[in-house]
């Protein structure tokens, strides 16, 4: 990708976080920069040069308001995206898109769905206290995730275990009945929190509380957006030692496009 496109991509994706930071502060929902976004504040004062999204994150229960507050208060040229707002989406993460505005990943480009440039939402939820039941449901959400994008491997033990688990998982029924029913009624750990959505077997997302606090808005590019109170803590929970770039062959942004534009929207025949 060109610098050029890659820096409108970077100015939309602003664009977008602007917007999301005057509707939390309108409904009193106090929300973080994440992953990337965070690390980039942090160490950059922005994006990281090659990123080409934006994440943010909230803790369950500001996410729920905000959600109830945003589909109250549409906000015009932007679309609250989850699984109910757009049937033809089914990934578990929340996204506020761009209208009139393409961002196409190659596995999503034949889904009837809204396909506008973006800013992640992720959730922080409750902790589970039991050590095991916590597992059982990081499986869960992780075969479920993986069930969601037909997410297949070439090789290793994942070559046979995920067509079986897509295939178990499809639907999402299990993923339901264990989050309404099951998870709700779980002893928590009121000192931790974990955002189950993005667990993988090899990296997990547990944080302390404590390290979040009061949003603390620092620069980025220009504009003012809020990290965590302890951002060192959070970020080397996600990367290790977060102030040192990765070397120059692994300084890529994550995307692929079928489509990509700035101007018009996508919809597949």
Same mark, same amino acid.
């Given at each position: 990708?060109?610098? %050029?496109? &890659? @820096?409108? =991509?970077?100015?939309?994706?602003? %664009?977008? &976080? @602007?917007? =999301?930071?005057?509707?939390?502060? %309108?409904?009193?929902?106090?929300?973080?920069?994440?992953?990337?976004?965070?690390?980039?504040a942090v160490r950059h004062h922005g994006f990281i040069p090659w990123d080409d999204d934006a994440d943010i994150i909230m803790f369950r229960a500001d996410y729920e308001?905000?959600?109830?507050?945003?589909l109250a208060h549409p906000q015009e040229g932007y679309f609250f995206q989850d699984v109910e707002t757009d049937p033809g989406y089914n990934i578990k993460i929340t996204k506020i898109r761009k209208d009139n505005t393409a961002f196409v990943e190659p596995y999503?480009?034949?889904?009837?769905?809204?396909?506008?440039?973006?800013?992640?939402?992720?959730?922080?939820d409750d902790y589970v206290k039991n050590g095991f039941l916590r597992r059982v449901g990081e499986y869960i959400t992780m075969f479920d995730y993986n069930a969601t994008r037909s997410y297949k491997k070439d090789s290793g033990v994942g070559k046979y275990i995920y067509p079986i688990t897509n295939r178990i998982f499809r639907g999402g029924g299990i993923f339901r009945f264990w989050y309404r029913r099951i998870f709700p009624k779980l002893k928590k750990d009121d000192s931790m929190c974990s955002d189950i959505a993005s667990f993988t077997n090899s990296h997990r997302y547990d944080?302390?509380?404590?390290?979040?606090g009061e949003p603390k808005?620092?620069?980025?590019?220009?504009?003012?957006?809020?990290?965590?109170?302890?951002?060192?803590?959070?970020?080397?929970?996600?990367?290790?030692?977060?102030?040192?770039?990765?070397?120059?062959?692994?300084?890529?942004?994550?995307?692929?496009?079928?489509?990509?534009?700035f101007t018009e929207g996508y919809m597949p025949d």
């Open positions: 990708m060109d610098q %050029e496109t &890659l @820096l409108k =991509i970077q100015q939309t994706a602003e %664009e977008i &976080l @602007l917007v =999301i930071d005057r509707v939390t502060k %309108e409904a009193g929902t106090p929300y973080y920069l994440f992953y990337g976004s965070a690390l980039g308001k905000l959600r109830a507050y945003w999503v480009k034949d889904r009837r769905m809204h396909h506008g440039l973006f800013v992640d939402i992720f959730v922080l944080f302390k509380r404590e390290w979040f808005y620092v620069p980025f590019d220009g504009y003012s957006f809020p990290i965590p109170q302890d951002a060192a803590s959070v970020l080397t929970v996600c990367y290790g030692d977060f102030m040192t770039p990765p070397p120059p062959e692994q300084q890529q942004g994550h995307h692929n496009f079928h489509k990509l534009s």
